[in-house]
């Protein structure tokens, strides 16, 4: 029936991991913990600033902040696309209007950024933009099943 769903079995473990790469996440970003952890050569397909690159193609990079980013990402989406035990109409429909619900709330934040926010705090809200919308369905889905199940 939905079968763009993960199993139920992903939803505990890739909540916990989403939520935990987040906090552990943004407390790296606020504090620079990025910088000198996991500095590995990796190719430089784009040849960045000559200061950065090396001339022949690997530049060394950090490569912690990929890594979290690919984890909040994949893990997000396990946990907002996990079957609840009963899925049903009603759960697609609050699933669907918790979506859409997030995508208003991160693009009218983006809007207000663009109009506030210039130079490169505006890049950092960018950036954030792309764990928001993930964050936000998550929390908003997960308060409409709790009022719910409650009910």
């Known amino acids: 029936m939905k ?8 939803k505990v ?3 916990w991991i989403f939520y935990l790469a987040l906090i ?3 407390y790296l970003w606020i504090t620079d913990g990025f910088d000198e952890v996991l500095v590995v ?5 784009f040849g960045t600033d000559s200061m950065f690159s090396s001339g ?14 690919v ?9 907002s696309f996990s079957r609840e035990k009963i899925e049903d109409e009603l759960i697609s429909k609050l699933r669907l209007d918790s ?12 809007i207000l950024a663009t109009i506030l926010i210039y130079d490169i705090m505006y890049f950092n809200v960018l950036i954030f933009n792309l764990f928001t919308i993930i964050l936000f369905f998550n929390l908003k889905l997960r308060f409409s099943l709790y009022k719910h199940y409650k009910s």
Not at 41 to 45: A, F, G, T
Not at 56 to 69: A, Q, Y
Not at 71 to 79: E, M, V
Not at 100 to 107: A, G, M, T
């Open 56 to 69: 022949n193609g690997w530049m060394k990079n950090s490569i912690l902040d990929e890594l979290f980013t």
């Open 3 to 10: 079968n763009y769903l993960f199993p139920n079995r992903l």
């Open 71 to 79: 984890l909040i990402i994949i893990s997000g989406l396990i946990h």
């Open 24 to 26: 552990i996440g943004f």
């Open 13 to 15: 473990i890739s909540g």
């Open 41 to 45: 050569s990796v190719p430089d397909l």
């Open 99 to 110: 979506l859409i619900w997030s995508l208003y709330v991160n693009y009218s934040v983006v």
